[in-house]
């Protein structure tokens, strides 16, 4: 892995903060490549090999229907968050695919309301170069905590 790499690497793990963070959800959908996973799960679920998640997407084109869902269909009370986001580590490294962790920590925000750790955890991802850059194949958003908020509406 070169300086170039790593230096995308950082910046594709900076902008999806960003992206999320902002509330521009329409450019969520293009951190990934076409057949891709994003699945939130649980860290007990995870470690035992236990399927089940909170969130499970498998397309670009899910994707983009949770983002419909988020703009048009769900209703809930509006909320800011932001990430707080490590280096990605690279566990792996091959000409155009990466395999990398990084720990995270979300914070919430609700209107007149004092901002509050909303979720913690770590990304397990696998990045691939595509022709518009470095894309994800797979984010797994393992958090720590078995307790979670009745929703999780945006992306993390």
Same mark, same amino acid.
């Given at each position: 892995?070169?300086?170039?790499?790593?230096?995308?690497?950082?910046?594709?793990?900076?902008?999806?903060?960003?992206?999320?963070?902002?509330?521009?959800?329409?450019?969520?959908?293009?951190?990934?490549?076409?057949?891709?996973?994003?699945?939130?799960?649980?860290?007990?679920?995870?470690?035992?090999?236990?399927?089940?998640?909170?969130?499970?997407?498998?397309?670009?084109?899910?994707?983009?229907?949770?983002?419909?869902?988020?703009?048009? !269909?769900? +209703?809930?009370?509006?909320? #800011?968050?932001?990430? *707080? &986001?490590?280096?990605?580590?690279? =566990? /792996?490294?091959?000409?155009?695919?990466?395999?990398?962790?990084?720990?995270?920590?979300?914070?919430?925000?609700?209107?007149?309301?004092?901002? !509050?750790? +909303?979720?913690?955890?770590? #990304?397990?991802?696998? *990045? &691939?170069?595509?022709?518009?850059? =470095? /894309?994800?194949?797979?984010?797994?958003?393992?958090?720590?905590?078995?307790?979670?908020?009745?929703?999780?509406?945006?992306?993390?």
């Amino acid at each position: 892995m070169n300086f170039q790499d790593h230096l995308d690497l950082n910046q594709l793990y900076a902008s999806y903060a960003s992206a999320v963070d902002s509330g521009q959800w329409e450019l969520w959908p293009e951190f990934f490549t076409e057949e891709c996973i994003y699945r939130l799960q649980p860290r007990e679920n995870y470690e035992r090999g236990f399927p089940l998640a909170t969130l499970s997407f498998e397309s670009k084109g899910m994707l983009k229907d949770r983002v419909y869902g988020i703009r048009e !269909t769900l +209703f809930h009370d509006p909320y #800011y968050q932001r990430h *707080v &986001v490590g280096s990605p580590l690279v =566990l /792996k490294a091959e000409q155009d695919r990466f395999e990398c962790e990084a720990n995270y920590a979300v914070f919430r925000t609700k209107l007149s309301e004092l901002s !509050t750790v +909303f979720n913690v955890g770590r #990304y397990i991802d696998t *990045v &691939v170069r595509t022709e518009d850059g =470095l /894309k994800f194949k797979s984010r797994q958003v393992i958090y720590d905590s078995e307790m979670i908020p009745n929703s999780i509406i945006y992306p993390l």
